[in-house]
T-cell receptor
Framework: DAGITQSPRHKVTETGTPVTLRCHQTENHRYMYWYRQDPGHGLRLIHYSYGVKDTDKGEVSDGYSVSRSKTEDFLLTLESATSSQTSVYFC???????????????FGEGSRLTVL | QQQVKQSPQSLIVQKGGISIINCAYENTAFDYFPWYQQFPGKGPALLIAIRPDVSEKKEGRFTISFNKSAKQFSLHIMDSQPGDSATYFCAASMNNAGNMLTFGGGTRLMVKP
């Protein structure tokens, strides 16, 4: 089954603690994306990667960092979590069997993060 | 600043009725307009998409209407079914922008039996 595996699926943490979310893909795609979903805002791009060690900022990158040391893994880190980072985080890749630049993304099932 | 504005935020439709969700965009460089459907606890999934060289695209009960001059596009769900109850997102992207999508705020659709 195609895919993306996100971990953890649920996490509750306290303000000021570091948090790392992991996205693992089995499609060997160059591009990977991290979005956050909040009511009324839809999904907003945090960071994306276009290859190993190649990453760039998205619309809402403040407070987040990413790393991509292997094609299959894309990590999102909150160095010091804040309550405003309570959200559902989605990892995405271009839809399987599609090249980049089609605008079609395949999303993981999300990681729900609560920062108390 | 939201580049893609979506309305309504929520919608209740009777079974068999037509559901209509509207989106407007600002950036004329956008050239691909997908709609995503999301069920609770799941990630969004591509439903249907259109490019600006056509004014309408139909797939089964789902139709996208596109008005390039008005910078608006809409999703019509004909013969709406309870199984269509979900959150719908419109989105837009630019060619050669690495699949980066700009999403609307979402519409929660409930279809009553």
């Amino acid at each position: 089954d195609a895919g993306i595996t996100q971990s953890p699926r649920h996490k509750v943490t306290e303000t000021g603690t570091p948090v790392t979310l992991r996205c693992h893909q089995t499609e060997n795609h160059r591009y990977m994306y991290w979005y956050r979903q909040d009511p009324g805002h839809g999904l907003r791009l945090i960071h994306y990667s276009y290859g190993v060690k190649d990453t760039d900022k998205g619309e809402v990158s403040d407070g987040y960092s990413v790393s991509r040391s292997k094609t299959e893994d894309f990590l999102l880190t909150l160095e010091s979590a804040t309550s405003s980072q309570t959200s559902v985080y989605f990892c995405a890749i271009p839809a399987p069997r599609r090249s980049a630049n089609t605008g079609e993304l395949f999303f993981g099932e999300g990681s729900r993060l609560t920062v108390l | 600043q939201q580049q893609v504005k979506q309305s309504p935020q929520s919608l209740i439709v009777q079974k068999g009725g037509i559901s209509i969700i509207n989106c407007a965009y600002e950036n004329t460089a956008f050239d691909y307009f997908p709609w995503y459907q999301q069920f609770p606890g799941k990630g969004p999934a591509l439903l249907i998409a259109i490019r600006p060289d056509v004014s309408e695209k139909k797939e089964g009960r789902f139709t996208i209407s596109f008005n390039k001059s008005a910078k608006q596009f809409s999703l019509h769900i004909m013969d709406s079914q309870p199984g269509d109850s979900a959150t719908y997102f419109c989105a837009a992207s630019m060619n050669n922008a690495g699949n980066m999508l700009t999403f609307g705020g979402g519409t929660r659709l409930m279809v009553k039996p």
